[in-house]
């Protein structure tokens, strides 16, 4: 249940604090004084979509909490949010569009805000009864009675199944000459590339060979240097001779102390390190063996792979699967006529599964039209449409993602009229009193503790105003409700009424909200009934509605 509703700074409203009581709450005031603003704070602080314009002009963030009590246990589990006495939801909205969403202190998501308001508070709009008008919608409302979910689930795997054997044969139906010019491309791509006889990791090892022979001449003239130094030639001896011939020298010290002998065996591991290099650099001397025309030959490699590179792929590796995608898909076509067939024989047998899994979903929702039927007759009935009859009529469709029922809602209001279906013959009083009577019939399946009635009652009047009034009673009874209105029958048959006002104070607009008493109650209803100018006849009528309402409300208890 919403407790208390805090406002600052949503358009005209610079502050505001509205005590919620269990019952039938109502909210009227004059048009434009901002009873709807109220409504869109409530929707912003439940996470809906909020414009930046909400701000009110001057203020740099507007602020908006609720505080709702009476939590169902595990309400919120799935969100990891722990069960509370009181659930405490804020939202700060900024002008640079940037949303603070907080739990009990705790931050939030707006998605996560709107998860959990869409559980604590269904808000009826005065625009809703326009959707009965939209037939699309009708197989929805219905199906939101049903809950069947199960059945929806089992038909929608089997659809999307369907689907994808779909997509995979209209992937093989192509024309003949479309498959001529593809397998022509595949063939000329897969001999392009096999004339290329790619290696894996060659291109690495080209680069490294053509940097070599760039710089041939540099590196052939510093390996022999290296060589000639370590090695010497014929007419001259080189490093490794020397060391040797320096250790033959100190040979003969070695016994003497210990210093000549450390010495020798110094010169010994020199010996060995510079001998291990000589090898080394002799190993690189042969690699260098140059054939005349190589650099041309890896050149010529680098430029096709290059060219290759730039049609199929980024590298070596990517080229190489990209040829054996083009072999797959070649081979793909070529047996297309037998994969075809198999995949024809799996779409038969996912259609039977469609239609059967769709037929079961039917039945179920011919089951529940039924109840359907009769709980919204009985409320309309009670809603001053005595004469009413209101069938959900079927007609099948070829199966898409909703199964293959086309669903309508057909209604005749008078007696001796055929059904038909309901934007051809509802009024703007009709459609609202339907509305409230489906809202009514659904949200005695749900956990849903608040409902909120922005101004639904529009187009209704007289005896059919009294009832929806009853009706609202009779709800407010099971449920907490909110309802703005401009009818003095449902304002008298509150147990919480509010006013709305609008002001100017220091040269700006503003709107307060406040509670009444019952003599400003009967005040209030009077100028529901007149207007401006209050009779004291009227002032009597006011007080003749509350009296009744209290009557009527009595034997609700």
Known sequence: MLELLHIENIAIIERADISFRPGFNVLTGETGAGKSIVIDALSAVLGQRASRDLI????????????????????????????????????????????????????????????????????????????????????????????????????????????????????????ESEKARRIDTLQFQIKDLERANLQMGEEEELLERRNLLRNGEKFISAIQGADYCLNG????????????????????????????????????????????????????????????????????????????????????????????????????????????????????????????????????????????????????????????????????????ASGIDEVRFLMSANVGEELRPIHKIASGGELARIMLAMKTVFSQQEQIGTMVFDEVDTGVSGRAAQKVAEKMARISRQKQVLCVTHLPQLAAMADTHFTVEKGVSGGRTFTKVQELSRLQRREELARLTGGEQISQTMVDGAEELLTAADTYKKTLE
């Open 56 to 175: 009110r002009t001057g203020a740099d963030h507007a602020f908006v909490s609720a505080v709702f009590s009476h939590i169902p246990h595990g309400l919120g589990a799935d969100l990891c949010i722990e069960d509370a006495e009181e659930w405490l939801l804020q939202r700060e909205i900024y002008a640079d569009g940037k949303n603070i969403c907080r739990l009990n202190g705790r931050p939030m998501t707006v998605t996560q805000l709107r998860t959990l308001g869409n559980r604590l508070l269904n808000i009826h709009g005065q625009h809703d009864g326009q959707q009965l008008l939209d037939e699309t919608q009708h197989i929805i409302y219905l199906d939101q009675y049903g809950r069947y979910m199960p059945l929806q689930i089992a038909y929608s795997e089997k659809f999307a199944a369907l689907q994808e054997i779909q997509s995979k044969i209209s992937a093989l139906q192509m024309d």
């Open 233 to 400: 030639d014929d007419n001259s001896e080189g490093v490794l001779s020397l060391l040797r011939q320096a250790q033959e020298q100190l040979s003969s010290l070695r016994n003497l102390s210990d210093a000549f002998s450390q010495l020798y065996e110094r010169l010994e591991s020199a010996y060995s390190e510079v001998y291990d290099i000589a090898y080394t650099v002799q190993e690189k001397k042969d690699e260098f063996d140059f054939a005349p025309g190589e650099l041309d030959i890896v050149e010529s490699r680098c430029d096709l792979l290059y060219r290759l590179k730039k049609k199929y792929g980024a590298t070596v590796e990517d080229m190489m699967a990209y040829l054996e995608r083009c072999k797959q898909e070649l081979d793909q076509i070529a047996f297309a006529d037998d994969r075809l067939a198999l995949l024809q024989k799996q779409h038969e047998k996912a259609m039977n599964d469609v239609l059967d899994a769709a037929r079961e979903l039917s039945l179920q929702r011919k089951v529940v039209a039924k109840d359907l039927e009769q709980q919204i007759i009985q409320e309309l009935q009670e809603l001053n449409m005595s004469s009413i009859r209101f069938e959900v009529a079927f007609s099948e469709k070829k199966p898409d």
